[in-house]
């Protein structure tokens, strides 16, 4: 075939398709303006009205939609959830999970919380060596800290926990860290799976105490009630040294204090 004959027949076939494409749009165009001209006729309100009524169906329409979706992908993580949740060890690879559902565990609050920084150094046995040696005797440096995650069995994270010593008690007890549950996983038991999981890890440990920092923050009152269910006793109360105008910004609406209790394992 010779070029210009070859042009041609392509340049049919081209503008063949672009008449196609153009009526196949133009179709669902036309099935769009017939379908709004139907539900507008079918608005049981004045003309004047008709449009705004039509719109405002539609955006409760797409809200409800949403909200259907939503739920239904919520509800089946947490079918998964229910079925089958283990506690293992943090690790390189479950790191990025692990720090994304403690930034939602936590996410109630302060920009000062740090899970990745903690979880990231108890990954490394030399940063672990060198806060041990410059820190036998500061209480808040946390020494051998190991983290655990909460996961089903395709790996999705739902919950961390961990434990740490500090100088001062480090031969009677263990403190409890990190521990928290998604927030689209809570009321599913992981929160006790999690405390009693540390419990007798410290207890393997041949520690005496379990203790931890807590606070009166909103966003740890669900904490308090599994706190106390589980036997952890408030042994001291102490003023938050965070600013009252930046505990009122997080809307706090009491001074906030920190709460350590302890339970005797
Ligand atoms: C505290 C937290 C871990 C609980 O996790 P969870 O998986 O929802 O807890 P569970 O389903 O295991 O519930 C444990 C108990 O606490 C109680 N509880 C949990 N959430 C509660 C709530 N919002 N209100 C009242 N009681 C609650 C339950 O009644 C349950 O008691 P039961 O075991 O006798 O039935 C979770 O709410 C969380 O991550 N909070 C934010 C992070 C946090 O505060 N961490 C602690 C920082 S110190």
């Known amino acids: ?26 179709w669902v165009s036309e099935a769009a303006l017939g379908a709004y001209r139907d539900a507008r006729s079918a608005m049981p309100v004045e003309e004047p009205y008709k449009d705004l009524a039509l719109a405002g169906t539609a955006v409760l329409g797409l809200a409800s939609a949403t909200l259907v979706a939503r739920k239904a992908l919520v509800s089946e993580s947490l079918q998964i ?41 108890s990954l490394n046995p030399a940063v672990n060596a060198k806060r041990l040696a410059h820190v036998s005797d500061d209480f808040k440096i946390e020494l051998n800290a190991r983290y655990w995650v909460a996961k089903d069995r395709n790996g999705n994270v739902f919950g961390t926990t961990g434990l740490y010593e500090t100088g001062r008690d480090q031969s009677e007890a263990a403190w409890l860290g990190w521990m928290s549950v998604r927030n689209n996983a809570r009321g599913l038991g ?76």
């Not at 070029?3 to 749009?25: C, H, I, M, P, R």
Request: aromatic share 8%; proline share 5%.
């Open 190 to 265: 992981i929160g006790r799976k999690l405390v009693e999981f540390s419990e007798e890890q410290a207890r393997a440990d041949g520690k005496q105490f379990l203790r931890l920092y807590t606070s009166t923050s909103k966003g740890e009152a669900a904490a308090q009630v599994l706190y106390e269910k589980l036997g952890y006793k408030i042994v001291e109360r102490t003023p938050h040294s965070l600013p009252r105008f930046i505990q009122r910004l997080a809307g706090e609406k009491q001074p906030l204090e920190i709460l350590l209790r302890e339970k005797r394992l």
């Open 81 to 121: 959830v229910g079925k089958e949740v283990s506690i293992v060890p943090l690790t390189k690879e479950n790191l990025p999970k692990a720090v994304a559902a403690a930034n939602d565990g936590f996410r109630y609050g302060w920009p000062i919380l740090h899970p990745a920084r903690d979880f990231k150094a």
């Open 1 to 26: 075939m010779a070029f210009e004959d070859w042009k041609k027949t392509e340049g049919e076939k081209q503008t063949a398709t672009a008449v196609e494409s153009n009526s196949g749009l133009s």
